[in-house]
């Protein structure tokens, strides 16, 4: 049994209330306007220097009493373009819009451990940040550019993680999840009659090769002692059955840990895609996009996090997890403060709360969102002392 403080447990129904409140109302990136609000309203009352408006629809609670180090923790609030398959009393309202990442939880777990920690009155600083965007739309950067890595000493956050049981508390020191860098490919032939392809340079079959051949990138061009990912998530092209199209776009992500092969990703992806339409008549377009840095979790930070894990769930339930090719944002703040990312189990196979995230039945038991804050609370304990 999670060892939790009587302040979390006196808490338990408005986190669980809270948690629900904004399933029900899932925001996308950038509009998460509503969950803002309701973040104010949590935290109304409290001794808490509350902003909103931050970084867009950003919100940021500080609490402490100055002096010492300041720990900045985040929490994510928006949800994904998903139809929620859900008979749940909570599930979502919104058409096509879902919690399916857990960002609900999270919001709840940040409140409540700004909330309490605000009537503890921490020595140093205790920066709560709720962050929108982070699905791959810039929310981390945003934030930063408006100003709240200044005077950040440590960094930490949490994600709900249906990967591991509910009590378990997952910390691992070193890389955890993936750099995620964006690929457009633009295969260029020249279209024609589709009875008459000697007169064209088709670009659906060079295409198809430079899709077969970009494989070989990890294959074997990448150490297979090292971790790398090229996907290709679309292919679109051609309008009708009987015409050759003038192009065929490719678009997928590049997924590495490993700064310098990070940077050789695009020529290589570039050297192959080129060289195989030209091969075949055509020509390659090839742009990447570079997204969040990989999350690697600082060692002194994560041997804090340790302790802090511990005194929630007990040694025997810190788990050290998987490094993972997903990516987070998180990565952008520890770009410029030590930190450590931590997942907090919330998977319950018995009660069929074991859905993979951004699955349209995904769901956690919410037990895990009194651990994730306890441990939001001791990691403020180790952090300021
Ligand atoms: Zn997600
Ligand atoms: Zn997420």
């Not at 609000?37 to 220097?49: I, W």
């Not at 990442?101 to 999270?106: A, F, K, N, P």
């Amino acid at each position: 049994m999670p060892r939790l403080s009587a302040e979390v447990l006196a808490l338990r129904d408005e986190i669980v209330a809270l948690r629900r409140d904004l399933h029900r109302h899932p925001e996308l990136a950038w509009n998460e306007r509503r969950t803002a609000e309701q973040v104010q309203a949590f935290l109304k009352g409290s001794p808490l220097a509350v902003r909103a408006g931050v970084g867009g629809t950003g919100v940021v609670a500080e609490a402490g009493r100055g002096r010492g180090p300041t720990l900045l923790l985040r929490v994510d609030m928006d949800a994904l373009p998903i139809q929620e398959d859900s008979r749940a009393a909570h599930a979502s309202e919104v058409p096509g819009t879902m919690h399916a990442c857990g960002h609900d939880g999270h919001v709840a777990m940040g409140a409540a451990a700004a909330r309490i920690a605000a009537g503890l009155g921490p020595p140093g600083t205790l920066r709560m940040l709720f962050q929108p965007a982070e699905e791959g739309e810039g929310g981390a950067q945003a934030m930063v550019a408006a100003g709240v890595m200044d005077g950040v000493d440590v960094a930490s956050g949490v994600h709900l993680w249906n990967e591991l049981p509910v009590g378990t508390l997952g910390v691992r020191a070193g890389p955890l999840m993936a750099a995620v860098d964006r690929l457009r490919i633009v295969v260029r032939g020249r279209g024609g009659h589709g009875g008459k392809p000697h007169r064209s340079a088709d670009p659906v079959v060079a295409a198809a090769h430079v899709i077969t051949a970009l494989q070989t990138i990890v294959s074997r061009e990448v150490s297979p002692t090292q971790a790398a990912v090229v996907t290709l998530g679309s292919v679109h092209g051609g309008q009708a059955f009987n015409v050759i199209p003038d192009e065929v776009t490719l678009t997928g992500t590049i997924r590495t840990f490993d700064a310098e092969l990070r940077r050789s990703m695009p020529a290589r992806v570039a050297r192959v895609a080129s060289g195989i339409a030209e091969g075949l008549g055509g020509r390659a377009e090839v742009e990447v996009r570079a997204g969040n840095p990989p999350v690697v979790n600082d060692p002194a930070v994560a041997e804090m996090a340790r302790r802090a894990a511990v005194r929630v769930v007990g040694e025997e339930n810190v788990v050290e997890p998987e490094p993972t090719m997903g990516g987070e944002d998180m990565a952008v703040y520890f770009e410029r403060a030590p930190g450590c990312f931590v997942f907090v189990g919330s998977a319950n196979p018995g009660r069929g709360l074991d859905q993979p995230h951004h699955s349209p039945r995904f769901d956690f038991d919410e037990d895990a969102l009194l651990v994730g804050t306890q441990f939001l609370l001791e990691m403020a304990k180790e952090a300021l002392g």
